[in-house]
């Protein structure tokens, strides 16, 4: 992967949301990097704009990350048919 062809497609407040984005935008096969603000990491801050966390997608993936954060964002994806199947048969607990 070459960090000279993603784009920030999201900022969030904090890991754990980021986390989240992360999870939902690679259910769909985007490769996602996560770029926490780093001075947030050394003073440990994880609210304000020193928390903030870039979510980064190839070039490529910005139009369709755009749309699925857009969705996501608007309530669209509430349901499990809205969701990419990923083998879902062979999940077991």
Same mark, same amino acid.
């Given at each position: 992967?070459?960090?000279?062809?993603?784009?920030?497609?999201?900022?969030?407040?904090?890991?754990?949301?980021?986390?989240?984005?992360?999870?939902?935008?690679?259910?769909?096969?985007?490769?996602?990097?996560?770029?926490?603000?780093?001075?947030?990491?050394?003073?440990?801050?994880?609210?304000?704009?020193?928390?903030?966390?870039?979510?980064?997608?190839?070039? =490529?993936?910005? =139009?369709?990350?755009? =749309?699925?954060?857009?969705?996501?964002?608007?309530?669209?994806?509430?349901?499990?048919?809205?969701?990419?199947?990923?083998?879902?048969?062979?999940?077991?607990?």
């Amino acid at each position: 992967m070459d960090p000279k062809r993603f784009k920030c497609v999201y900022t969030t407040s904090g890991m754990p949301s980021a986390e989240m984005i992360r999870m939902l935008l690679e259910s769909y096969d985007i490769p996602v990097i996560i770029v926490p603000e780093s001075a947030g990491i050394a003073y440990g801050l994880t609210v304000g704009p020193l928390g903030s966390v870039d979510i980064l997608v190839e070039e =490529e993936d910005v =139009e369709r990350a755009n =749309e699925i954060l857009r969705q996501y964002e608007q309530g669209e994806l509430s349901s499990e048919e809205d969701l990419p199947d990923n083998n879902a048969e062979d999940f077991t607990l």
